[in-house]
């Protein structure tokens, strides 16, 4: 289903990561897993094609805002949908997460159910077969 969609997920080493990496794969997702600021740029620059990020809007070894602003600024980069993953709650995250580029957000900890659906509709934008129905 999800075949022509890469996804790079920008995230330190948590439970909640382990839990996101392997629904991912069951629902037939192709993803990267970045575990440092070189690793994510390198990820997202080789990439072609549609394109979502995936980043963890308080990782410790990066500033999510700067990187989202990074990505808009280079016009090369083409279908890239960034999705910061941010705390429940945490007050202005939403706007700056925004402000930066974001085209959507999830709220961490991980609800699958959410993210499955976000992913559908980002295939949506970017131009690709939403593959059916979200939840079968």
């Not at 805002?65 to 090369?76: A, C, N, S, Y």
Request: hydrophobic residues 50%.
């Amino acid at each position: 289903m999800a075949g022509e969609l890469f996804i790079v997920i920008v995230e330190g080493p948590c439970f909640g990561r382990n839990v996101l990496c392997r629904a991912l794969a069951s629902w037939g997702y192709a993803y990267f897993l970045a575990e440092d600021e070189a690793a994510a740029w390198s990820a997202v620059t080789a990439v072609r094609g549609p394109t979502v990020v995936l980043a963890d809007w308080q990782v410790d070894f990066m500033e999510c805002e700067k990187f989202f602003l990074r990505i808009r600024r280079q016009q090369d980069l083409g279908q890239i949908h960034l999705m910061g993953a941010i705390p429940r709650g945490a007050p202005g995250a939403i706007r700056q997460c925004v402000r930066a580029g974001a085209d959507d957000v999830v709220s961490v900890p991980y609800d699958l159910d959410e993210v499955r659906l976000r992913l559908h509709t980002a295939r949506k934008l970017l131009g690709l077969s939403p593959g059916g129905a979200v939840f079968s």
